[in-house]
């Protein structure tokens, strides 16, 4: 009785060890082939078709059956055909064989894989990190910043990302002032998502002049084209984007923060309002001696561009109410913004609160919000104007030699400050004021308002005095203690303007050089 078990036992082993052998002849043949380059991707497919799963269902239930009624029949046959015997051995020697190797090789390409893994994760960390440094390079409000994008992202970007960024520069990562900037990315994790692809979590470090300043969450999306690495996609924090909304009306379209991060610091007329106006850029400042007064007119740079700043500050149970006007040239036009903030008094908290109040108010920085504002404000007409500023963009981007030679007749027409600002170049940081065209030319800001402006103060017996230089400078100190600096069309025009201003305004004295 045990003898009969035993053969049983025996025989079904044998059976067993056959079955698998017949994998291990698949793993002999597969595996290697598969190690050294070919591709069983079709087979891969084929396997996991429904014919190939119950084709294999039912192979396993009839060698199941076999192992359990098919003692008699296995015996007679290898009885009868001795010489498979031989074979058998042969087949599952082979078979253990290929468990062998395949599981061996498996295990080997399990390493490599791995290894590979870890040098395409230190590639991909090298692409992100090198592109995070330079980020600053490139000024999204830049006239060159379609140039810049090729010059400083070329080498990181995917093509289509690269395309897509230079047709809109908004959708691009930048610095978009001078006082703040992003100075690199840290990556958080990096997850493998396809073969050749991987998805890399971080933020991206902004800083200032004292330090960093904030972080910003990012995903960006990193694919192996032939031996490179290349960003295919971008995106920010979702919670970045729903800061700024976007706005039209009237033909104009602009985008703006829906509210400030500030918790002493409230918007009360918002969003701002948008105006597109003909016209030269002109500040007449308020005197220092004055800034104390409740309407304070200033010019600023923010980040090369200049800004006519109106200020108009009321006092209302403990707090202050502040009317803004931005006024700053561009495409040939003067574009102003306009906006009511609300201060909390820092004076009404407690130490606690005063303190952080007024390290909100410290750290505030409007100038870099409105000037990110004024850089979205589009027209129905922005490109189609006829302005020397459109007609220099349009040629200035352009390689081929007979626009670059159309833009150097039209640079000949900038000739003074103001026809600079007016064409959209950047505003060097100095005082005063200075101009700089992309062929190296520079001119100083010699005056602060128009002509009209300055005709309209003679005509309004507004004027005290008045000095005249030989260069057509003309400066009138009103009575208020404000002045105008104008350039008069011709020599002596104002000295024969404030003579025919006598009989009603008086006489007011004048001085030449």
Request: glycine fraction near 6%; proline fraction near 3%.
């Amino acid at each position: 009785m045990k003898e009969q078990i035993k053969q049983k036992l025996k025989l079904r082993l044998k059976i067993a060890g056959f079955i698998l052998s017949l994998v291990g002849w698949f793993l002999f043949v597969v595996v290697p082939l598969e190690f050294v380059g070919i591709n069983f991707s079709g087979l891969e497919s084929f396997f996991k078709t429904q014919v190939f799963k119950w084709g294999l269902k039912i192979f396993v239930i009839v060698a199941l059956i076999f192992l359990i009624k098919g003692q008699n029949i296995s015996e007679g046959f290898l009885e009868r055909y001795k010489w498979f015997k031989g074979a058998l051995k042969v087949i599952l020697w082979i078979g253990a064989v290929g468990w062998v190797i395949g599981l061996g090789i498996y295990f080997l390409q399990l390493n490599t894989n791995n290894i590979n893994q870890q040098a395409d994760e230190t590639d991909v960390k090298a692409v992100v990190v090198n592109f995070g440094q330079v980020l600053k390079n490139v000024s999204l409000l830049s006239p060159t910043v379609v140039e810049d994008i090729e010059a400083n992202y070329k080498d990181f970007l995917d093509p289509s990302l690269l395309a897509q960024w230079k047709a809109d520069p908004s959708k691009a990562l930048g610095r978009l002032t001078s006082s703040l900037w992003p100075e690199s990315i840290e990556i958080g994790s990096i997850n493998r998502f396809g073969s050749g692809a991987y998805d890399v979590s971080g933020k991206i470090i902004d800083m200032t002049s004292t330090g960093m300043a904030k972080s910003r969450a990012v995903q960006i999306g990193v694919v192996k084209f032939g031996d490179r690495w290349l960003i295919t996609e971008v995106v920010i924090s979702q919670e970045e984007k729903e800061l700024w909304k976007e706005h039209s009306g009237n033909g104009i379209f602009f985008q703006y923060p829906e509210t400030l991060t500030t918790k002493y610091i409230s918007t009360q007329e918002w969003p701002p309002t948008i105006k597109i106006e003909s016209g030269n850029f002109s500040c007449i400042e308020t005197p220092q001696e004055k800034s104390s007064m409740l309407e304070i007119t200033s010019q600023r740079l923010v980040d090369n561009r200049i800004y006519c700043v109106n200020i108009k500050n009321e006092g209302a149970l403990g707090s202050v109410y502040s009317s803004y006007v931005y006024t700053t040239p561009k495409r040939g036009k003067l574009v102003s913004v306009s906006f009511v903030l609300h201060y909390s008094n820092c004076a009404n908290y407690d130490k606690e609160q005063n303190q952080a109040c007024t390290s909100e108010r410290e750290a505030f920085d409007l100038d870099t919000t409105v000037d990110r504002i004024v850089q979205t404000v589009k027209w129905n007409s922005i490109l189609s104007e006829n302005t020397l500023a459109n007609q220099i963009a349009k040629y200035l981007v352009s390689s081929r030699s007979e626009d670059q030679e159309k833009c150097d007749e039209l640079l000949k027409q900038i000739t003074d400050f103001d026809s600079c600002v007016m064409a959209g170049f950047s505003i060097l940081k100095s005082n005063p004021a200075q101009c700089q065209t992309i062929d190296g030319r520079t001119f100083i800001q010699e005056t602060n308002s128009t002509w009209e402006q300055a005709l309209s103060a003679v005509n309004n017996c507004e004027v005290e005095k008045a000095f005249q230089t030989h260069s057509r400078i003309v400066t009138l100190t009103l009575k208020n203690g404000n002045k105008l600096i104008a350039k008069e069309p011709q020599i002596d025009d104002i000295i024969n303007i404030i003579r025919a201003t006598e009989s009603k305004c008086g006489k007011i004295p004048i001085g030449t050089e």
